[in-house]
């Protein structure tokens, strides 16, 4: 099946420093999206991404649909503390109607 | 709008006892779905739903079954619990299937 690889499987960083988290596949997807965990929550939609070569910012957080859309990345500028939680990426393919996550990225901000 | 709500949100289970695990959405979204959590693991799809009265199996749909008789409601039922379904359990909704909201999720422990 498809899968979607994430690594490292944490991140530490120091408070005021830029982030980029990457997610690979070996499947072309036709939208990324990106979700936050925090601690005892539900993931949140942070960011999703509709076309290859596409750049989308939210805020400190940009993410781009890698243009042989087999990945994308998420890029947290300037971290604060309120940044620490699990990064997801997800893909769909448009072939049905489920998504496919990667396993996440833990993400600790020293402060 | 209260968005995705489960309850509840913590529960301790026997082995073979059973329960239902309760979804609701004030959304009018279409498309429905449930998750189980394990530590970095991701998130595993385990039932979703395209509209009342349709369901279809996940990644991991063992040991469970659901319903959607409202567009609102989609609850997860354990039949006879067992200590491998000890885990996390999200509720997601959308409209689109690329887009899902998460609820804040029920913390399953079976001993």
């Known amino acids: 099946g498809q899968q979607l690889n994430q690594s490292p499987q944490s991140m530490f960083i120091q408070e005021g420093e830029d982030v980029s988290m990457n997610c690979t596949s070996s499947s072309i997807f036709n939208t990324w999206l990106w979700y936050k965990q925090d601690p005892g929550e539900g993931p949140v939609l942070l960011i999703a991404l509709y076309k290859a070569g596409e750049l989308t910012s939210n805020g400190r957080l940009t993410a781009q649909f890698g243009i042989t859309r087999k990945d994308s990345f998420l890029n947290i500028s300037a971290s604060i503390p309120s940044d620490v939680g699990i990064y997801f990426c997800a893909g769909h393919s448009g072939a049905n109607s489920k998504l496919t996550f990667g396993k996440g990225i833990t993400l600790s901000v020293r402060p | 709008n209260a968005g995705v709500t489960q309850t509840p949100k913590f529960r301790i289970l026997k082995i073979g006892q059973s329960m239902t695990l309760q979804c609701t959405q004030d959304?009018?979204?279409?498309?429905m779905y449930w998750y189980r959590q394990d530590p970095g693991m991701g998130l595993k799809l385990i039932y979703y739903s395209v509209g009342a009265g349709i369901t279809d199996k996940g990644e991991v749909p063992n040991g469970y079954n659901v319903s959607r008789s409202t567009t609102e409601d989609f609850p997860l039922r354990l039949e006879l619990a067992a200590p491998s379904q000890t885990s996390v359990y999200f509720c997601?909704?959308?409209?689109?299937?690329?887009?899902?909201?998460f609820g804040p999720g029920t913390r399953l422990t079976v001993t």
């Open positions: 959304m009018n979204h279409n498309y």
């Open positions: 997601a909704s959308g409209q689109r299937t690329y887009e899902q909201y």
